[in-house]
């Protein structure tokens, strides 16, 4: 199965600023996906990311708020745009195994939000 | 779309005992249903998975079953160790057209010493 970096793996923000997250895959995948996970709760799709076109985002979530990159097969962003504390959670990438059709998860990015 | 349910939320079990998670999910068209174990600090590791067309699998401690005709699908782990300690989430997808994960609400496993 595919291995992914993600990076940075946590960060202390202040409100009103961004952060970028970086997600790179040592194989070339079709589908990467970013999901959300607030404290002590379950995981919830952001938006699915496919090379070359934009991103699809899921209900309740918007491209102004997060930004999701794509530039090649391997890897990915996603920015957090002027961040309140109830942005504070783990943000994960994944990626679909074109082999098996497996989903493969990043270690994430514990985001917290002062 | 997809819903899934999972049971219990929190569950405590003597090391050596069996382990039962339980989930339920809305879509008939879901055909892979996934076991992730997360431990704490780290994202979802996959353990094992099951696609529609077959009702049961194994993998040496851990099992998983599938009964498409109640939708429901179950994680069996057999003689529990510490380290078995985790949140275990459940899932489904439709590997068709809307190939993404939907996940169950997580149970917290904690094995007895």
């Known amino acids: 199965s595919a291995v992914i970096s993600q990076k940075p793996s946590r960060d202390i923000c202040q409100r009103g600023t961004s952060l970028t997250i970086q997600c790179q895959v040592d194989?070339?995948?079709?589908?990467m996906f970013w999901y959300r996970q607030q404290p002590g709760q379950s995981l919830t799709l952001i938006a699915t990311?496919?090379?070359?076109?934009?991103?699809?985002?899921e209900s309740g979530f918007v491209i102004d708020k997060f930004p999701i990159s794509r530039p090649n097969l391997t890897f990915s962003t996603l920015t957090v745009s002027n961040m309140s504390p109830e942005d504070s959670s783990i943000y994960l990438c994944?990626?679909?195994?074109?082999?098996?059709?497996?989903?493969?998860f990043g270690s994430g990015t514990r985001l917290t939000v002062v | 779309g997809e819903n899934v349910e999972q049971h219990p939320s929190t569950l405590s079990v003597q090391e050596g005992d069996s382990a039962v998670i339980k989930c339920t999910y809305s879509?008939?068209?879901?055909?892979?249903f996934p076991w992730y174990k997360q431990e704490l600090g780290k994202g979802p590791q996959l353990i094992i998975d099951?696609?529609?067309?077959?009702g049961e699998k194994k993998d040496q401690r851990i099992a998983v079953t599938l009964n498409k005709t109640a939708k429901h699908f179950s994680l069996h782990i057999t003689e529990t160790q510490p380290e078995d300690s985790a949140v275990y989430f459940c899932?489904?997808?439709?590997?068709?057209?809307?190939?993404?994960?939907?996940f169950g609400s997580g149970t917290q496993l904690t094995v007895l010493p």
């Open positions: 099951i696609r529609s067309n077959v």
């Open positions: 899932a489904a997808s439709n590997t068709g057209s809307a190939r993404q994960l939907t």
């Open positions: 879509d008939s068209a879901s055909n892979y």
């Open positions: 994944s990626v679909e195994d074109p082999l098996d059709y497996g989903y493969t």
């Open positions: 990311a496919n090379q070359g076109s934009e991103a699809t985002y």
């Open positions: 194989s070339q995948v079709t589908m």
